[in-house]
């Protein structure tokens, strides 16, 4: 009889694992594919321009800025692109080991749920650079120069990492959009 509750025990705590290892797998296939189409989205919107989007040019000609704003843009930037660029190489790093880490028997659902957390705080600290930012920008730009950049941020945000699940029917709707292809 203990034997049998202990093997009951052992199935639902393997049943878990299983349900947790499935859960982290389409999590991170879930982001990678989030991923591909952000940077397909930046990409398209780079090459719709002159300049590439969010490049001292590019900001330099969409907000008009003045040679005395531009040098206090060219910190801020030169600051955030660095800082970005290292929280993405952080952020590669760790979903590559989050996938080798998957792809061994067994694989370690405890690194995996630390690693998870991880990628958490970094998104986190990306968005809090990129908040940040913006707030110094909009410290150099006037009012026509701000509500520039609110549009140009505007888009950036509201495309990103906004998964509707709600379906095409409800954004036809919601928009007033009909595709008729």
């Given at each position: 009889m203990k034997n049998n509750h202990s093997n009951i025990k052992l199935k639902f705590a393997l049943l878990f694992l299983l349900v947790l290892n499935l859960a982290t797998f389409g999590t991170i296939i879930f982001h990678q594919i989030q991923s591909k189409k952000e940077a397909q989205s930046l990409s398209n919107h780079e090459n719709s321009g002159?300049?590439?989007?969010?490049s001292g040019y590019y900001f330099r000609e969409k907000l008009n800025l003045n040679a005395e704003q531009m040098l206090v843009f060219k910190d801020l930037n030169r600051l955030f692109r660095s800082r970005a660029r290292n929280i993405n190489r952080e952020l590669d790093k760790t979903r590559q080991q989050m996938m080798v880490t998957m792809q061994q028997t067994p694989a370690d659902t405890l690194l995996l749920l630390e690693l998870s957390a991880y990628v958490g705080e970094l998104h986190k600290n990306l968005k809090e650079?990129?908040?940040?930012?913006?707030?110094?920008?909009?410290?150099i730009c006037d009012s026509s120069q701000q509500v520039v950049l609110n549009q140009l941020f505007g888009d950036f945000f509201i495309r990103e990492n906004t998964p509707d699940t709600r379906g095409k029917g409800f954004q036809q709707h919601r928009f007033g959009k009909r595709n008729n292809n």
């Open positions: 002159k300049h590439s989007a969010f650079e990129t908040f940040r930012y913006y707030l110094g920008i909009k410290t």
